[in-house]
Nanobody, 123 residues
């Protein structure tokens, strides 16, 4: 049974930093495309970034967010710096089998999801 558990969300001032974690069980993260998405109130769930054999990011977070993974802990991370109020959202971890091929950037490409963690950036 696959389980993804996010943590690390919270309230931060604009310009601040947070690091989110996604602990996986029931799969080996090195064999999966592991992604972060976010969803703000009233908006669609949007792609943030993905790690396979390399990292991919949305234009809105490129240069500010960094995805990494610790295979020994079976955990991925999302380091966020220079946070902006528009980064406020629920952040979700997602997984799909395989690390080859083109980057998958839509929610429908992912079979497994965590419960989400709230990130709020105050101005």
């Amino acid at each position: 049974q696959v389980q993804l558990v996010e943590s690390g969300g919270g309230l931060v001032q604009a310009g601040g930093s947070l690091r989110l974690s996604c602990a996986a069980s029931g799969l080996t993260i090195g064999s999966y495309g592991m992604a972060w998405f976010r969803q703000a109130p009233g908006k669609e769930r949007e792609f943030v970034g993905l790690i396979t054999w390399r990292e991919y990011y949305s234009d809105s977070v490129e240069g500010r967010f960094t995805i990494s993974r610790d295979n020994a802990k079976n955990t991925i991370y999302l380091q966020m710096i220079s946070l902006k109020p528009e980064d406020t959202a629920v952040y979700y971890c997602a997984a799909r089998p395989g690390v080859s091929g083109s980057a998958k950037r839509t929610r429908y490409d992912y079979a497994y999801w965590g419960q989400g963690t709230q990130v709020t950036v105050s101005s």
